[in-house]
């Protein structure tokens, strides 16, 4: 018998506590702002966005957080996910490379965020809360929480960036199967919204100004709150059960990553399949390289600065330090919406700084043109967030041809593509152009970045 | 711990053949007529549409019928599929009943379609045969093909009936996305295709004119065939994978089902689930309850007559005896597009007039209603078509409340609703009718049936 195509865990395996990054860091994360008095926040700033638990999560610096039964219960619906074997793909690219790649679009909402959103609705629910608000961009985030907040009976209101909620109507039709209700952003719900349209009725909106405009609602209503799907560090802990769980699967078939590969946008799924392995060579285990694939459009990492940032464009939120573009910076309308934020997850940041993790970038044609092969080889249609990390992928196993090495390549295929088949159309049609931002307004968002004194 | 939500098989228990009822009927099936001569077909007749093997295993008595290694090589990809366990859906009926769900769309092409898109391209490809030809109602059926056929390098040309090719053009772009060509049926690639457009260019087509413009591009060409996703004997065996993993599965959950329910358009995925437990009944072991859910849109097993008819609208098919709504029947527009046929597979036809199975009809709003409920219990949103499965069995659950008994329920969730959210769109907006058939034009159609004198 062959070597097997897929590696399963049985539900009993499924991770019983998340992996917290803080714990092995040998540096600690730069302190979060108050944008008013740029001293460092503490919880009570948080809590009019958050319950405590979560806000206890974002500094803990304990290594194993319990996942509390109740999230369990409902992750067993779809996890503990297939890690598989491409066996196809690596008889198409004619590596020597083993490909393996985790996939989460195995869960209700078709990607890896209900990995959060499930216990983001737990804690929520837990701490009495009726109802959330939240952003999303192309529309993997909204189904989630819209999924996840229904279970544990919580209302959810979901800020649609106005182009997508145009684009990608069906993704609004799953969220109020699910019971949420969403509207385009900018919207009249908000004064952020309605300063907005004020001076531009037609603007397409941003995830900058959907995250203002849900935060503004959260922090008026004593019991609504705010959720969001990437960034935060109690977010990016949440995903760490896909790297615990593919490195038990790893060990199923009897090798290790040499190279680990994600796509970028937040930071989640990254870090979800990344942080386990690099928590091992932080503690002086097996290191990995780690490479973080950014869209060319929107490169934070390669491009970025690391500095004190806003992450919403309505300046509302607190000052992380992270690889940022600038909230003012407008990403061009590239496909790959969930990947479309100016600023990168402080934690991703920080590893970078650290030297822990690679990044690069590649325009959304060339990952398109990765997608369909992959898709033709083993059958997945990626979405266009996930079809970077396939890029990244096949460029490793190509390397890995051209020097003759038999390496072990992990990548995590963070979602499918059924919601996106208008961008394959545009696809196949040739109507899909590689769009660059502009380097003056880079520049301009740039030079415009807050002044933390601390910093000068 | 609780019982386990999901029941999952490893890969090296993938059935190694598929399961052939007509070994195990007590009388055989009605033979199937030459339209011209009214005599039986032998083989001869079916070479021009169909390679040898796929002939041989139609009339095979054998009861296994090997896999071919690779097809179970790219079974592997998504098979074995998870058996779950509906707790939540449980909880919500308050029924002393147990639900299972076997989960169909975990394939690449998000329906049970690939268990026989892949044997039939395989069969094809091995008899040097270089193109497919099919039709596609909803479209899952096309993506199937396309898929599979992609895998084995043949080229496929998909006729998808034009109101779903208008309604549809997400499914359009996965089939284009596995390699294939799509065009909408009436087309004016074939002499009837170009027929119908002449009497109507605004056509809607059908499943039949479709299947006729599939059939005429086959018989013409040396090199091209012809692929069918339901009806026929072999592709229902094909499904049997189904039925066979959740025997072990429900093995393994130490339960036996009662009540098995699937939904019916052509028979295939309900014959997947069901047929090896009614092939277990037919050899003197345990009997189940069988239960088809057809659509009261189209209700060939409930109002259709069992006679011999054409499986296609311009008559170019053999006769089989099934039940059927006439060859001219066209069904309301309802968004179960995988349903909308007027024939039913002869073997699930034969074995309801053996009293094997049970069929039962419901319309489409309480279809959709049923899957909502499904998807706020369970995180999966349905396809249409499997929306009728989860109809049957919330129905079956609640008469278990209602007599106090805790039977075990099985049902086949034989794919996902991703590319179908513009009907739940229209379900949410109130804009989703039940729309009933014409009864005099169901009359017309009965009575315009072909005369058989053997019949007589």
Same mark, same amino acid.
């Given at each position: 018998?062959?070597?097997?195509?897929?590696?399963?865990?049985?539900?009993?395996?499924?991770?019983?506590?998340?992996?917290?990054?803080?714990?092995?860091?040998?540096?600690?994360?730069?302190?979060?702002?108050?944008?008013?008095?740029?001293?460092?926040?503490?919880?009570?700033?948080?809590?009019?966005?958050?319950?405590?638990?979560?806000?206890?999560?974002?500094?803990?610096?304990?290594?194993?957080?319990?996942?509390?039964?109740?999230?369990?219960?409902?992750?067993?619906?779809?996890?503990?996910?297939?890690?598989?074997?491409?066996?196809?793909?690596?008889?198409?690219?004619?590596?020597?490379?083993?490909?393996?790649?985790?996939?989460?679009?195995?869960?209700?909402?078709?990607?890896?965020?209900?990995?959060?959103?499930?216990?983001?609705?737990?804690?929520?629910?837990?701490?009495?809360?009726?109802?959330?608000?939240?952003?999303?961009?192309?529309?993997?985030?909204?189904?989630?929480?819209?999924?996840?907040?229904?279970?544990?009976?919580?209302?959810?209101?979901?800020?649609?960036?106005?182009?997508?909620?145009?684009?990608?109507?069906?993704?609004?039709?799953?969220?109020?199967?699910?019971?949420?209700?969403?509207?385009?952003?900018?919207?009249?719900?908000?004064?952020?919204?309605?300063?907005?349209?004020?001076?531009?009725?037609?603007?397409?909106?941003?995830?900058?100004?959907?995250?203002?405009?849900?935060?503004?609602?959260?922090?008026?209503?004593?019991?609504?709150?705010?959720?969001?799907?990437?960034?935060?560090?109690?977010?990016?802990?949440?995903?760490?059960?896909?790297?615990?769980?593919?490195?038990?699967?790893?060990?199923?078939?009897?090798?290790?990553?040499?190279?680990?590969?994600?796509?970028?946008?937040?930071?989640?799924?990254?870090?979800?399949?990344?942080?386990?392995?690099?928590?091992?060579?932080?503690?002086?285990?097996?290191?990995?390289?780690?490479?973080?694939?950014?869209?060319?459009?929107?490169?934070?990492?390669?491009?970025?600065?690391?500095?004190?940032?806003?992450?919403?464009?309505?300046?509302?939120?607190?000052?992380?330090?992270?690889?940022?573009?600038?909230?003012?910076?407008?990403?061009?309308?590239?496909?790959?919406?969930?990947?479309?934020?100016?600023?990168?997850?402080?934690?991703?940041?920080?590893?970078?700084?650290?030297?822990?993790?690679?990044?690069? $970038?590649?325009? /959304?044609?060339?990952?398109?043109? #990765?997608?369909?092969?992959? !898709?033709?080889? *083993? %059958?997945?249609?990626? &979405?266009?967030?996930?079809?970077?990390?396939?890029?990244?992928?096949?460029?490793?196993?190509?390397?890995?041809?051209?020097?003759?090495?038999?390496?072990?390549?992990?990548?995590?295929?963070?979602?499918?593509?059924?919601?996106?088949? $208008?961008?394959? /159309?545009?696809?196949?049609?040739? #109507?899909?152009?590689?769009? !660059?931002?502009? *380097? %003056?307004?880079?520049? &301009?968002?740039?030079?415009?970045?807050?002044?933390?004194?601390?910093?000068?």
């Amino acid at each position: 018998m062959s070597e097997p195509t897929k590696y399963l865990l049985d539900e009993g395996r499924l991770p019983k506590a998340w992996y917290n990054i803080q714990a092995d860091l040998p540096q600690p994360l730069p302190a979060t702002l108050h944008p008013g008095t740029l001293q460092p926040i503490g919880p009570d700033d948080l809590a009019p966005l958050f319950p405590m638990e979560l806000i206890a999560q974002e500094v803990s610096t304990e290594r194993d957080i319990e996942i509390p039964e109740p999230v369990r219960e409902i992750y067993r619906l779809w996890r503990p996910a297939p890690l598989y074997r491409a066996h196809r793909l690596e008889r198409a690219l004619q590596t020597p490379a083993k490909i393996f790649y985790k996939y989460e679009g195995v869960s209700p909402a078709g990607s890896h965020k209900p990995n959060t959103a499930v216990p983001q609705a737990f804690y929520n629910a837990a701490a009495g809360v009726r109802r959330l608000t939240t952003e999303t961009g192309a529309g993997q985030w909204g189904t989630s929480l819209s999924f996840a907040g229904g279970l544990f009976g919580l209302e959810v209101l979901v800020f649609q960036v106005r182009v997508s909620y145009d684009q990608k109507p069906y993704r609004r039709a799953v969220m109020e199967t699910y019971g949420a209700r969403c509207v385009a952003s900018p919207s009249t719900e908000t004064a952020y919204g309605r300063s907005v349209l004020a001076q531009r009725p037609d603007h397409p909106g941003s995830l900058g100004i959907a995250i203002s405009e849900a935060v503004e609602l959260a922090a008026q209503r004593a019991d609504t709150k705010y959720a969001l799907g990437s960034v935060l560090n109690h977010v990016l802990m949440h995903q760490t059960v896909i790297g615990l769980e593919a490195m038990e699967q790893m060990a199923m078939a009897d090798t290790w990553p040499d190279v680990i590969v994600g796509c970028v946008g937040g930071g989640s799924n990254f870090a979800g399949i990344a942080f386990p392995f690099i928590g091992q060579a932080l503690r002086g285990g097996t290191r990995a390289r780690v490479v973080a694939v950014e869209p060319a459009a929107c490169p934070t990492l390669t491009r970025g600065r690391y500095a004190y940032d806003f992450g919403d464009t309505g300046h509302m939120t607190p000052l992380t330090k992270m690889h940022t573009l600038g909230s003012t910076f407008t990403p061009p309308g590239f496909h790959a919406g969930g990947l479309r934020y100016h600023g990168m997850a402080p934690l991703v940041s920080h590893l970078k700084e650290l030297g822990m993790l690679e990044a690069v $970038a590649y325009t /959304q044609g060339e990952c398109f043109a #990765a997608g369909v092969q992959f !898709a033709r080889a *083993e %059958g997945i249609v990626p &979405a266009p967030e996930a079809n970077h990390a396939v890029k990244g992928a096949i460029e490793e196993a190509l390397r890995c041809k051209r020097e003759g090495r038999a390496e072990t390549i992990l990548f995590n295929l963070s979602g499918h593509g059924h919601f996106d088949m $208008a961008a394959y /159309q545009q696809y196949f049609a040739g #109507a899909l152009t590689d769009e !660059a931002y502009d *380097e %003056g307004e880079l520049a &301009a968002s740039l030079s415009s970045l807050p002044r933390i004194p601390a910093e000068a």
